[in-house]
């Protein structure tokens, strides 16, 4: 995994912690406000979640993925720094994971947009140019590590 610096890491947070803290209902909603923001950017994501099967289908699974989107976000977070060994072994699993939900590693770029899309929502403003560079950086390291993992499970 590449290492991120310890400034970006803590931009990130402290944006994270932001717009986290500024809604009552946000584990609940900063999933399902990402995966909309995909679904617009990448509609073939959508197959992912049932949505082929139905439009209650893909709602009711997107809906249990949404609700555990924020705490899986927490968890890398708290994790980012000098131990490196330890994330990767979760990324690894959660790699493994979305291979065998079929989630094409084509997504994850547009999952990158959504997710900064759901933080500046919440935010209730757009993240400058050194927040927005942070979080690319933050999310593209933890986005190729699942990604490699997806390609060789």
Request: hydrophobic residues 40%.
């Given at each position: 995994?590449?290492?991120?610096?310890?400034?970006?890491?803590?931009t990130?947070?402290?944006?994270?912690d932001?717009?986290r803290?500024?809604?009552?209902?946000f584990?609940?909603?900063?999933?399902m406000?990402?995966?909309?923001?995909?679904?617009?950017?990448q509609p073939?994501a959508?197959?992912?979640f049932?949505?082929d099967?139905g439009?209650?289908v893909g709602?009711s699974?997107a809906?249990?993925?949404?609700?555990?989107?924020?705490?899986?976000?927490?968890?890398?977070?708290?994790?980012?720094?000098?131990?490196?060994?330890f994330i990767?072994?979760?990324?690894?699993?959660?790699?493994?994971?979305?291979?065998?939900?079929?989630?094409?590693?084509?997504?994850?770029p547009?999952?990158?947009?959504a997710?900064?899309h759901?933080?500046?929502?919440?935010?209730?403003k757009?993240?400058?140019a050194?927040?927005r560079?942070a979080?690319?950086?933050?999310?593209?390291?933890?986005?190729?590590?699942?990604?490699?993992?997806?390609?060789?499970?």
């Amino acid at each position: 995994m590449k290492e991120v610096g310890y400034e970006q890491i803590a931009t990130v947070l402290e944006t994270w912690d932001a717009a986290r803290f500024g809604s009552k209902d946000f584990d609940n909603e900063f999933g399902m406000v990402a995966l909309e923001r995909l679904f617009e950017l990448q509609p073939r994501a959508k197959k992912v979640f049932g949505y082929d099967q139905g439009e209650e289908v893909g709602k009711s699974h997107a809906n249990v993925h949404a609700s555990a989107f924020a705490g899986l976000f927490d968890s890398i977070f708290q994790m980012l720094g000098p131990d490196l060994e330890f994330i990767q072994d979760i990324l690894r699993q959660v790699g493994r994971r979305h291979k065998s939900m079929g989630v094409s590693p084509s997504f994850f770029p547009y999952m990158g947009q959504a997710v900064i899309h759901a933080v500046e929502k919440y935010l209730g403003k757009p993240l400058t140019a050194e927040q927005r560079a942070a979080w690319e950086e933050v999310y593209d390291s933890i986005s190729n590590e699942i990604v490699k993992n997806i390609l060789q499970s």
